[in-house]
């Protein structure tokens, strides 16, 4: 077993990396080569891939997690509605500004003609809309709709290909949040033990609560990651936000639903947002997407990342680079990097000023004793933050102050350890004494003198409960090790 000691020592980053499987990536080698090179979470995405792919993945992640003795998180993405087109003649098609081309029920019956995976599209269409092609390189707008089909205009003309997306941006449609074979995943990871479930393209927090007493009727612990790509989210963002236990700012497909202009600056709001409400936020979407073929990012693309971290985001994600990519191990190691440059910036800032008692299911005994614990450590100098959390709650509202002295996750709950990998700054320590506050500081302490992140003289400060108050974490222990 790999000590996470050892990892405080060799400063790993403060922020959390999710990595795509995929083929690239999918062997237990490449699995184990990228744990080691700095992901917390491995996404499973089932937009590609059957049930079978992804058991087998799901395993392979288990046994790389548990020969290297590292806890490490799986999130399941599902597809949700995302609506693609049919297939093309010769696999893709020529669209010149200009041309007109009919969207159609069923097959394509003359050329010109293109058909879509969401049936109901020709009846919801209406004269005006504007539709997006290719990831927003191909536009169109809708002329007319009748009987046979909706006649579009060719605004931007590109290259589409078969399966590609196609968005609405403005439209109303009706489809569900999630279809027959997102239930089924849904089942699936929820027999599985899956750590996280993204739910794609929410519209309203009705949709989050939906997904969440599926699971809880499931009997699975596993968290909602609400993605947020739709106009509809950003005008329900609190609500969303409080609904769900993770946000994700997909930026592919709200790029191409609200205008392009403005993800950055939305990206920002939801950021600050997730920060109010102590919820871990995800940025996704080609953060180093040019790795997927080439060994260094772009500096545009490294100029991202670092922004986004700046911003306060818990975790970076990559899609292809790992899933697909060339370099997956070196797309890592470059988050990885970015990371630790970026983090050095306010690595001595304190932590917030005050705590905010108006976080839900977050008692305020917890959060003032949280957030003294994050000033104490910093003022103090701590070398190491120790927090005890049965559910993972109270290490996820420490990882919002954003104390920069390295923290100590323990749990007696193996799936709250696997959670704790998504939270910022948080290293979970499996087989710690959660529930002995004085054993848990020995374990804590050989291991880290045995490591060399410990020295004599070195300050420990231990969040834990002493079970004679309504919460559980009311006291804060300050150890200095002999």
Same mark, same amino acid.
């Not at 069923?106 to 050329?111: K, Q, V």
């Not at 045995?450 to 070195?458: E, F, I, K």
């Given at each position: ?64 997690? $548990? ?136 519209? +309203? ?16 612990? /596993? ?53 109010? $409400? ?21 500096? +545009? ?59 839900? /299911? ?10 003294? /614990? ?13 927090? +005890? ?12 102050? $954003? ?80």
């Amino acid at each position: 077993m790999r000590d996470p000691a050892v990892l405080v020592a060799s400063r790993p980053s403060q922020t959390k990396i999710v990595a795509t499987v995929g083929p690239a990536c999918q062997s237990e080698e490449k699995l184990a080569e990228l744990i080691e090179a700095g992901v917390d979470v491995f996404r499973l995405n089932t937009a590609h891939g059957d049930e079978a792919q992804h058991q087998a993945r799901l395993d392979a992640i288990r046994r790389v997690s $548990r020969a290297l003795g590292r806890p490490v998180a799986v999130l399941v993405d599902l597809a949700g509605p995302k609506m693609r087109l049919g297939e093309l003649p010769d696999g893709q098609l020529q669209l010149e500004r200009g041309q007109t081309v009919r969207f159609v029920r069923g097959r394509p019956r003359s050329p010109g003609d293109l058909s879509t995976t969401y049936e109901p599209l020709v009846d919801e269409l209406v004269p005006g809309n504007r539709v997006m092609l290719a990831d927003g390189t191909v536009s169109l707008v809708v002329e007319e709709v009748g009987r046979d089909g909706a006649r579009c205009r060719v605004v931007q003309g590109g290259v589409v290909r078969s399966r590609q997306g196609v968005n609405l941006p403005g439209a109303k449609l009706s489809a569900a949040a999630l279809g027959e074979a997102d239930w089924r995943f849904a089942a699936w990871a929820a027999r599985h033990e899956v750590d996280f479930l993204g739910l794609s393209f929410v519209r +309203a927090p009705t949709e989050v609560r939906e997904l969440k007493a599926f699971l809880t009727g499931q009997g699975a612990c /596993a968290q909602v990651v609400a993605k947020i790509e739709k106009p509809e989210a950003l005008e329900q963002l609190d609500e969303i936000v409080d609904a769900a236990d993770a946000i994700m700012v997909a930026r592919g497909d709200l790029g191409v639903e609200i205008d392009i202009a403005r993800v950055a600056v939305v990206q920002k709001d939801i950021i600050a947002l997730c920060a109010r $409400r102590h919820k871990p936020v995800i940025i996704a979407t080609q953060m180093l997407d040019s790795m997927q073929h080439a060994r260094i990012p772009t500096r +545009a693309e490294v100029t991202d990342v670092a922004n986004a971290i700046l911003d306060g985001a818990d975790a970076c994600m990559l899609s292809g680079e790992t899933a697909i990519g060339e370099y997956p191990r070196e797309a890592v190691e470059m988050m990885h990097r970015i990371a630790l440059a970026t983090e050095s910036v306010y690595r001595h800032q304190p932590p917030a000023a005050g705590p905010d008692f108006s976080t839900a /299911a977050v008692h305020e005994i917890a959060e003032a004793v949280v957030h003294s /614990a994050a000033r104490l450590a910093a003022e103090l100098r701590a070398k190491m933050v120790v927090v +005890a959390s049965a559910s993972g709650t109270t290490a996820r509202v420490l990882s919002k102050n $954003r104390t920069f002295v390295p923290t100590v996750g323990v749990s007696q709950s193996e799936a709250t350890l696997r959670r704790m990998c998504l939270y910022w700054g948080v290293i979970p320590l499996p087989g710690a004494p959660a529930q002995d506050g004085a054993a848990l500081l020995r374990f804590v302490t050989e291991r880290g003198v045995a490591s060399g992140a410990l020295a004599p003289g070195d300050r420990i400060v231990l969040v834990a409960g002493t079970g004679l108050a309504v919460t559980a974490h009311n006291m804060i222990v300050v150890h200095e090790v002999a």
